[in-house]
């Protein structure tokens, strides 16, 4: 039986052409909300690195509206800045924008060299800075048009070994906020879409399938992350965290910042001998699955917390 979250995204169907680019498209999260885009009837411009994975998925999606693929690493600012008037030039006015390329890692801060950290920035950050630049101005002209960012709920936390990535996913969202504030009223949307623990290829590689496993229980689908991400275009909405039961974490912020940090500073930490690697914070926080009586007792740390081994390891 379908999933709901299925069901809505593959429901909605629009009979606009409308053009929706959508980074990180060969997989995950941004896989899902470009099929379930052309399944409304969106033309679609496809971006990641793997170009083959692209096309086959291109050719698939065409049987619902055309769809574009292109090969880019984004981590080449270079090479994002000279092809993407190109690519844009060719497809003409964009109406949906969704950045959701992105790795992520999982050790301390001084065990990341410089580059991975500018790295981790430019994908998740400088990237869709410079897609937002693209497509703005036209957007703006036409008086429509939605930018959804794909963010972290890792940015709400600071958790531990996540230096680069929840900065850079603070950053998205600092960026998402403020151009949704310049823009009120404009006719443009912008969104920050926040997951927790989403069951895609992010977590591949030897440690991460453990950590998958040990968080087995708080996986959820990339098709529901889909569906509430899409929501947005018929309901405008700054910010949203999937599952919603994050919002504890606002709950938990409003009421004392320093629980907060506590909580997440011991909860975050990877437990010894049993993982070595994770690319996303809310994964190993665990939040949501905490009962009301467990958040009273956050200060206690768990078995192994004192002791984080070395972490490393990359997809
Ligand atoms: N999974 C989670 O638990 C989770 C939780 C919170 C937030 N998120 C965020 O959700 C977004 C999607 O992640 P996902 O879970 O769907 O992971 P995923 O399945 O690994 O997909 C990541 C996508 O990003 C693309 N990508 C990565 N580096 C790139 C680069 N340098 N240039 C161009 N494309 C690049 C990948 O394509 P190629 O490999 O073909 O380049 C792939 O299409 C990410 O921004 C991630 O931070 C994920």
Request: hydrophobic share 40%; net charge positive.
């Amino acid at each position: 039986m379908q999933s709901r979250s299925t069901e809505i995204a593959r429901g909605s169907e629009k009979s606009d052409d409308g053009l929706a680019v959508v980074s990180g498209s060969s997989s995950g999260i941004g896989r899902e909300i470009a099929g379930a885009l052309a399944r409304r009837g969106y033309r679609t411009v496809l971006i990641a690195r793997r170009g083959e994975v692209l096309r086959e998925l291109a050719r698939d999606l065409s049987r619902h509206a055309p769809s574009t693929p292109v090969a880019l690493d984004l981590s080449d600012g270079g090479a994002l800045d000279s092809m993407l008037p190109r690519v844009l030039d060719g497809v003409g006015p964009v109406d949906v924008l969704v950045n959701a390329a992105g790795q992520g890692s999982y050790k301390p801060f001084l065990e990341c060299t410089p580059d991975e950290h500018q790295r981790m920035m430019q994908v998740h950050y400088g990237a869709a800075a410079a897609m937002i630049r693209a497509v703005l101005p036209s957007m703006l002209a036409r008086g429509s048009g939605h930018v959804i960012n794909i963010g972290s709920i890792s940015a709400k936390m600071g958790p531990w070994g996540h230096s680069g990535y929840a900065a850079a996913k603070a950053a998205l969202t600092s960026l998402t906020e403020t151009l949704a504030a310049e823009h009120l009223g404009s006719g443009v949307h912008f969104s920050i879409v926040q997951p927790g623990f989403v069951d895609t290829p992010f977590f591949n590689g030897p440690s991460l399938r453990l950590l998958r496993a040990q968080n087995e229980r708080r996986m959820i689908a990339p098709a529901r992350v889909a569906c509430r991400a899409l929501r947005v275009l018929d309901h405008p909405r700054l910010q949203l965290c999937v599952p919603r039961s994050y919002r504890v974490v606002d709950l938990i912020a409003a009421l004392s910042p320093a629980l907060l940090h506590r909580l997440v500073a011991v909860r975050s930490r990877p437990a010894s001998g049993s993982l070595t690697d994770t690319q996303d914070g809310a994964a190993s926080v665990g939040l949501p699955s905490q009962q009301p009586e467990r958040i009273a007792s956050i200060g206690a740390p768990r078995h192994g917390d004192q002791k984080p081994v070395e972490q490393h390891g990359r997809r």
